[in-house]
């Protein structure tokens, strides 16, 4: 199958829907890869609760202390 960008650099994947997410890779003879990122059927939903006198966001799926640990790398 042979795909064209056009002048904004997009090409149109005949197989692909509308909203999905692909991971691309550029492999070693310089040729792209492109996976499917399998999305999750969970949605985190968070919501604020107090708890101890303080403002939480408490989520639907449990989070590991290294992803904590990369979103207050994040935070100014």
Known sequence: ?????????????PPAKPGERF???ISSNGKLVL????PDER???AKLVRKHG??????SRP???A????????FP
Not at 1 to 13: E, G, H, I, N, P
Not at 54 to 59: E, H, I, Q, T
């Open 1 to 13: 199958m042979t795909v064209t960008a056009d002048a904004k650099k997009r090409v149109v994947l």
């Open 23 to 25: 991971d691309m890779q």
């Open 35 to 38: 996976t499917p990122l399998i």
């Open 43 to 45: 949605p985190n939903q």
């Open 54 to 59: 303080y403002l939480v966001a408490v989520g």
């Open 63 to 65: 989070i590991t202390q």
């Open 67 to 74: 992803q904590v640990r990369a979103a207050m790398d994040e």
